[in-house]
């Protein structure tokens, strides 16, 4: 529950933020890996990463 609540405070910093360049990356990255996602697999987590540059790391129930 508290990394639901770390996740979340910094999605609402970038809304707050406006900061529109790094919402259009990870809004791509997040359609990327929606088309990505297996038959059935469930994300189970999704997290603001940095590797190089800005990223979304996500964790399902088959793969990280």
């Avoid at 529950?1 to 790094?22: C, I, P």
């Avoid at 469930?42 to 790391?57: K, T």
């Amino acid at each position: 529950m508290h990394g639901d609540l770390v996740s979340w405070f910094e999605l609402q910093a970038l809304v707050d933020g406006h900061n529109t360049e790094v919402i259009k990356v990870l809004w791509r990255e997040i359609g990327v890996l929606a088309s990505m996602r297996g038959r059935g697999e469930r994300i189970l987590a999704i997290a603001i990463g940095d590797m190089n540059g800005r990223g979304i790391f996500a964790v399902t129930d088959r793969r990280v």
